[in-house]
């Protein structure tokens, strides 16, 4: 330290918070159909079903049982949580 203390400055008051202007009540937003519904839904469970079957026995042939496995998770994780995203 130099040996020139300063002495801190008080606080500066923070404004009064403000009222949210009034504006028109929201719509209620109309709930689409669900992206993969009736026949869709059960192609893309085939799809799934196939890419298990034949990838990962490829990819484990081709790049060893680890990284089959890891991709295997990374992918189903990666399409599940996006077929059940809201």
Same mark, same amino acid.
């Given at each position: 330290m130099s040996g020139s203390a300063r002495a801190r400055q008080p606080p500066k008051p923070r404004p009064a918070p403000r009222a949210a202007p009034k504006?028109?009540?929201r719509q209620p937003a109309r709930a689409a159909p669900p992206a993969l519904s009736g026949w869709r839904?059960?192609?893309?469970v085939a799809v799934l079903v196939?890419?298990? #079957? *034949? +990838?990962?026995?490829?990819?484990?042939?081709?790049? +060893?049982? #680890? #990284?089959?496995? *890891? +991709?295997?998770t990374f992918l189903l994780g990666l399409l599940v949580g996006r077929w059940t995203a809201r």
């Open positions: 504006s028109a009540p839904r059960w192609r893309w196939l890419a298990a #079957v *034949l +990838g990962l026995p490829l990819a484990h042939a081709m790049f +060893g049982e #680890v #990284v089959a496995l *890891l +991709g295997g």
